[in-house]
């Protein structure tokens, strides 16, 4: 398929039109388009190994990447050229999400506690240089230290001190990362903490949790680019019966803690039936921040490559229709190590931004004007026609503008850069 100025253009006018009819100004969704900025997650291009050497390949902690296929990326050169890559052919200019292992400690052994900026300065220097934000995460898994199952809500002090420490200096290194990028960090926890079977000892574990992030979020960091954010789980894999950090736990933690302190909702870390979209009404009532970490639940698996699905469309409607782009911040969280991972990342990306885009075009005025007037079978039926409004045109117009492959072009030119680069890897 072939898609050109000539062949865009003319169905987008057409599509303009359309939208038009229903009150929707497309060259203006278009303009809105150009702030928005998803964070794409460095830990899919290597399968969530990291660069430490003594703990590669250590797993743990509820993350599991299956799969094998080829050219995963071994450094952080490579990774950094794979993300590059993969950014020229998501429309839009976006962010880059670190975790903590991802540092460079030029062959040194670093421990996490230790960890400081200098370890990141190439990730900072790239960002600059391309113009791009950068997210963080400390690293609570894969690590000697969380072996048995507890980090910051752990009843060994010892071990407690130290990720309370590994969380303090990460704070400051995404503080760092913000003002240096002149774009706003978010260092979002996850820990893995829980337990395989049920214990009996539940409320002891989750004392201790709340005393640690009192320690780390009392820590004076600089905020000034700087977003702190906790991430809840239902389960893991080792963790079934019981997570330390459940949603009920970081609810109550952000909503009374005296820091500014955002909550974030993993799409596959609720009950299967259970919906993020309807969260972010309820804790905008609360809260001025959301980070989404945009996932897709598969059963037991948390982490699988995020599609244009119902739950996806949904978050962006809500988001749309409560006003909250300036509210929440949207990030890509899976990891598939089965299939091309720069293919994984562009459809997650892409998906998530079409969800966006489609609900940014929606003409939610007219609906409100219904469902104020009662009138909910016109609501229904309006809400089936926008379904069939020329999207893709205008979808195509945006990567058009942006600079990108239009339609299913993108995969021609992952096809030769897995020839030209990625079977290199061996
Ligand atoms: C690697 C990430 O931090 C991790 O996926 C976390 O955000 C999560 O969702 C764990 O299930
Ligand atoms: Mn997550």
């Known amino acids: 398929m072939v898609f050109d100025g000539e062949k865009i253009l003319p169905e987008y006018e057409r599509a303009k039109e359309a939208y038009a009819q229903f009150g929707v100004d497309t060259d203006g969704v278009l303009e809105k388009m150009k702030n928005i900025k998803i964070s794409l997650h460095c830990w899919q291009g290597d399968d969530v190994t990291g660069f430490e050497e003594a703990t590669k390949g250590m797993g743990g902690g509820g993350i599991l990447a299956t799969g094998n296929y ?21 429309p839009g200019k976006h962010k880059v999400n670190l975790h ?19 370890h990141f300065e ?17 690293t609570f898994f894969a690590h000697p230290k969380a ?6 809500s752990s009843k060994d002090e010892s071990i407690r001190k130290f990720w309370v420490q590994h969380a303090i200096k990460s704070r400051e290194i995404a503080s760092v990362m913000g003002k240096e990028t002149g774009q706003p960090c978010i260092n979002n926890i996850w820990i893995p903490d829980g337990s395989k079977d049920f214990p009996v000892q539940r409320y002891e574990h989750r004392k201790i949790l709340k005393e640690s992030l009192d320690e780390i979020f009392d820590a004076k960091v600089d905020k000034q680019y700087l977003i702190d954010s906790v991430e809840s789980k239902l389960f893991g894999i080792g963790s079934e019966a019981y997570v330390v950090g459940s949603h009920e736990f970081y609810m109550g933690y952000v909503f009374t803690s005296k820091h500014d302190i955002a909550i974030c909702f993993d799409l596959g870390h609720f009950h299967p039936t259970e919906t993020i979209s309807d969260k972010i009404s309820a804790v905008l009532a609360y809260s001025k921040k959301i980070l989404l970490h945009l996932s897709r639940g598969m059963r037991w698996d948390s982490d699988h490559v995020v599609i244009l699905n119902d739950e996806v469309l949904s978050v962006a409607q809500e988001v749309k229709r409560t006003n909250g782009f300036e509210k929440v911040y949207f990030a890509l969280d899976f990891f598939d190590a089965s299939i091309n991972r720069i293919t994984a990342w562009v459809t997650g990306a892409r998906a998530a931004l079409k969800a966006i885009l489609f609900a940014l075009l ?17 609501r229904l039926a309006l809400l089936e026609e926008f379904k069939t409004l020329p999207f893709s045109a205008v ?32």
């Open 122 to 138: 190439k990730w900072i220097n790239w960002a600059k240089e391309k113009g791009i934000g950068l997210d963080f995460n400390p």
């Open 362 to 378: 929606e003409p939610t005025h007219l609906l409100i004007e219904t469902e104020n007037e009662g009138n909910f079978g016109m």
């Open 147 to 152: 072996s048995s199952g507890y980090t910051l």
């Open 395 to 426: 979808w195509n117009k945006y990567c058009y503008d942006s600079g990108v492959p239009v339609g299913s072009t993108w995969l021609e030119k992952v096809k030769e850069y897995e020839e030209k680069v990625l079977k290199n890897r061996v």
């Open 100 to 118: 903590a292992i991802y540092a460079e400690t030029n062959g040194k052994k670093v421990d996490r506690d230790q960890l400081s900026v200098e």
């Open 70 to 90: 080829f050219g995963k990326a071994r450094n952080g050169d490579e990774l950094r050229q794979d993300l590059e890559f993969a950014m020229s052919l998501i």
